[in-house]
């Protein structure tokens, strides 16, 4: 996703950053030393039912949530497009309140960026609502 960031903008993704949280992602699973180089073992359900859902399957119908929903995405989001975040709140049609969030200057990975504070505060004031 770091070739989601448009040409001569500053990186949002730091090294620093990213060195501190893979340390700490490493360490979730005991057997990631035992290969090199380390990796974790993540189940394959997840990919699956991306796969599921671009073919139009879905592992559930947005039609019968009907709690508050939140969509948050990034603005240079290459994986989550406009479309897909209007295709999602247009069927969540059972829910009187969902909120299409971009945030700023941030890829498919806001959550290990610089602007990540900025997914935080929506989440919390998403989570908050109107205190």
Do not use: M
Request: net charge negative; charged share 20%.
């Amino acid at each position: 996703f770091t070739e989601d960031v448009p040409e001569g903008e500053p990186p949002v993704l730091s090294n620093a950053h990213f060195a501190d949280w893979a340390v700490a992602y490493l360490a979730t699973d005991k057997s990631s030393g035992d290969v090199n180089p380390p990796a974790v073992l993540v189940p394959s359900g997840p990919a699956a039912d991306i796969r599921d859902a671009w073919s139009g399957h879905f592992p559930y119908d947005p039609a019968q949530i009907v709690c508050p929903a939140l969509i948050v995405r990034g603005e240079w989001d290459s994986l989550t497009q406009d479309a897909d975040a209007a295709w999602l709140s247009g069927n969540l049609s059972r829910v009187a309140n969902v909120q299409d969030i971009k945030i700023a200057r941030a890829t498919h990975l806001a959550h290990l960026e610089a602007g990540r504070f900025d997914l935080y505060k929506a989440c919390r004031d998403f989570l908050l609502g109107d205190r």
